[in-house]
């Protein structure tokens, strides 16, 4: 399971946490504007999407260790690429490859040999590890980088353009290496994952897509994690705001995000055990509701030294209840009536539809904020976002009242 956990996280490092984490000196040293980081996502989710349609079966037919180190090592080796600080297009390969990288041998099989390491009625507490460990991992990731990145720069008012370089290659190749090394702990110490029968036939398959599909709760479900992954995808977001509406230097940005990453396993974690005592929607609710609050203060108070508690604040209440979502949304697939043995594919369709974020939200996003340049466009975007957790809240309350608690 730690191998598990090394992996989930490390390959999503090199197309994530460098500009989430870095995201003011990631666009300086590539000269690129945030519209064009919104489509560099864009091209990332549009081909993770095809990724996670066509990544099941590829699961079923291949080990699991071999599709994980493989996926591994190949995002490796983009890192290397991206170190050479290419143009907007070779980014866009490169996102796209990532997009291929991190999904299409990797998210299936992810599941799968987390699945098979948790026993029938563990399965709660494999997820449950899965997601807080890669919440930590990512917080001692984010730590040991933002060091580093803190290490290559002087005084903020004296950073040049070689020192910043520096800064960012000095993470990019951390990320990197995390990956091979996540590889080879995969290669050597996870085993390979049984090989499933193939006398069950395509007509049966086909028979448990058509039957979840007719279910309102794979539908309400996969509203609950569009609208909850907006608000994982708007951590890209906060060291931006930071610099346009507080005045931070690209120095000190990258801290803010850090500390919200400590939060991630804790927030995980906690958010499982209040779901097995209170249901995983109403727990769900109830973070849908934090989110709507904080966003609407996002969007309407001004940013000032006088209100720089309240970025802190914020950021810490909207990282708690994202990261939380993320532990339970799936945990309500126990609380309707999708058959055990419809699970896979019930998952399949939502994950389809329900990452679709990963496609639209950058390029809206950083849309909106380059319409109204400065902190009043990333206003806008958290008025949009409370609109989006609104949503989130009414289909979380519309499961619960179809499939009342038994």
Partial sequence: MLCLILAGEAIFTLPFHVSRFFGVTFLRVFGFNEAQLGYLFLVYGVVAMVAYGVGGPLADRFSARKLLAFSLVATGIGGFYMARVPGFAGMCVLFGFWGASTILMFWAPLIRATRE???????????????????????????????????????????????????????????????????????????????????????TKRGRIALVVKMPAVWLLAVVIICAYCSYKAFVLFPLYAEAGFGWSEKDTPTLNALGAWLRPVAALVAGLVADRVSATRAGAFCFALLIVTYICFAVIQPGDQTVWILWANVIVVTTAACALRAVYYAVLEETSIPRDATGSAVGVVAFFGYTPEVFFAPLAFGIVAASPGATGYQHVFGLLAAIAAVGLVATVAIRRIYPQQ
């Fill in 117 to 203: 390491w948790g026993s029938h009625d563990e399965q709660g507490r494999a997820f449950g590890f899965l997601e807080g460990g890669r919440g930590l991992l990512a917080a001692i990731l984010t730590t040991v980088t933002v060091l580093a990145f803190r290490s290559f720069l002087p005084d903020p008012e004296a950073i040049d353009e070689s020192q910043r370089r520096a800064a960012l290659l000095s993470v990019i190749y951390t990320y990197s290496l995390t990956c091979f090394v996540a590889a080879a702990c995969v290669w050597f110490l996870v085993p390979d994952t049984a090989r499933r029968s193939p006398s069950r036939s395509g007509e």
